[in-house]
């Protein structure tokens, strides 16, 4: 079983950065990709951005320029810079992490993001 619990959420005004946390615990294997989503109120969950273990890294289009993602896999910890926010980027996000070739699927318990205009 692996857990997830992410923190850095908070409350911050356009332009302004946030830095969101999500340390792993418990069987984590050596190759996995880890993931963060986000879910706006009334909305769907969608991926904002993906880097797998050796590095390579993807972005949603409405990211691109903006968040950066990077990971530290000796603290099994993935990080999301997030710079210029907007108040479309208020959402909870939540930290995925994939493993065993795609057979175990865990999510943390997301963390609020809230821009102010």
């Known amino acids: 079983q692996v857990q997830l619990v992410e923190s850095g959420g908070g409350l911050v005004q356009a332009g302004g950065s946030l830095r969101l946390s999500c340390t792993a615990s418990g069987t984590i294997f050596s190759i996995n990709i880890m993931s963060w989503y986000r879910q706006a109120p009334g909305q769907q969950r969608e991926l904002v951005a993906v880097i797998r273990s050796a590095g390579s890294t993807n972005y949603a289009n409405f990211v691109k320029g903006r968040f950066t993602v990077s990971r530290d896999n000796a603290k099994n910890t993935v990080y999301l810079q997030m710079n210029s926010l907007k108040p479309e980027d208020t959402a909870v996000y939540y930290c995925?992490?994939?493993?065993?070739?795609?057979?175990?699927?865990?999510w943390g318990q997301g963390t609020q993001v809230t821009v102010s205009s």
């Open positions: 995925n992490l994939v493993q065993d070739s795609g057979r175990e699927s865990s």
